[in-house]
């Protein structure tokens, strides 16, 4: 296997008009439950789908395919520090669904214990960060092809601005946030609008109130042959 290979990557988000995928107060149910199958379906068409640790703790979300036919991907998590919670819906379900934890030299061995002893694999980082390109690749040698990429903004951030991602596709739905809240893409930011990654628009399609934009990044890596079905 060639080192460079990598899981095709899909970013995957709902915000509001305003471009916050959560309020300030955490509130992130944004889009509609019609929205909701679409999602579930585009988890399906794809082998694995990833998170930040702290959207394991707002949401402690399961991350399977329930409002739609097919199979739940594997899960991954990006948790430096081991925090994933031993009540969480990830961890008691991961005896049946693939659920991998990605830590760092932050968790401790006791953490890291706790969370393979509850079925999780655990992937360890050396060092205190997690370099996305390199657990891509180690993803890729687990059968990872295709990945889907739900969230927050941290994580988001983390894809775009390593410009390691082949296509976005975000729901706008029709609510205002605010001030505070999380946005799609958090971190530092750019400087300016072109220092960030270009983006070519494959379709815009009306979804109730909502709008669903699927966009390709231009000039885009990964392997486009296994593309999971965006599920439009
Ligand atoms: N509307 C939507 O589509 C949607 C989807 C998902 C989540 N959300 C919302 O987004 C909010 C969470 O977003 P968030 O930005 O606070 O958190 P997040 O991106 O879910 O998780 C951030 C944490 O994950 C770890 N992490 C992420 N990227 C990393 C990297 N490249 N290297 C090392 N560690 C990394 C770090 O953990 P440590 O802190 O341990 O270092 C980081 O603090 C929640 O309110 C959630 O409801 C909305």
């Known amino acids: 296997m060639e080192e460079h290979r990598r899981p095709y990557v899909t970013i995957s ?19 509609s439950r019609r929205d909701l199958v679409r999602v579930h379906r585009l988890r399906a068409a794809h082998d694995a789908v990833l998170v930040g640790a702290g959207t394991v703790l ?22 430096p520090a081991g925090r994933t919670p031993s009540g969480s819906r990830l961890l008691l379900t991961c005896g049946h669904i693939r659920t991998i934890l990605v830590v760092t030299g932050r968790a401790d061995a006791r953490d890291r214990r706790r969370l393979e002893g509850a079925g999780a694999t655990v992937l360890v ?12 690749g180690r993803l890729y040698g687990l059968g990872v092809q295709t990945l889907l990429v739900e969230g927050g903004g941290r994580t988001i951030w983390g894809f775009v601005t390593e ?14 946030a605010g001030g505070g ?34 966009y390709a990044r231009s000039g ?9 079905d965006p599920g439009q």
Request: charged share 25%; with cysteine.
């Open 125 to 136: 980082e050396e060092g205190d960060s997690i370099r996305l390109g390199p657990l891509l």
């Open 220 to 228: 885009g890596g990964g392997d486009p042959d296994s593309a999971g």
């Open 58 to 79: 707002a949401d402690d979300p399961l991350l399977t395919v329930r409002y739609a036919r097919g199979c739940n991907p594997a899960r991954v998590v990006l948790d």
């Open 13 to 31: 988000a709902a915000a509001t008009i305003d471009g916050k995928i959560a309020t300030k107060s955490g509130d992130s149910a944004i889009s």
């Open 181 to 214: 809240g999380t946005s799609l893409a958090g971190g530092e930011g750019f400087a300016r609008v072109t220092d960030g990654p270009g983006l070519k628009l494959l379709s815009a399609r009306r979804q109730g109130d909502e709008v669903v934009l699927h």
């Open 163 to 176: 410009g390691i991602f082949d296509e976005m596709v975000l729901t706008v739905s029709p609510h205002i």
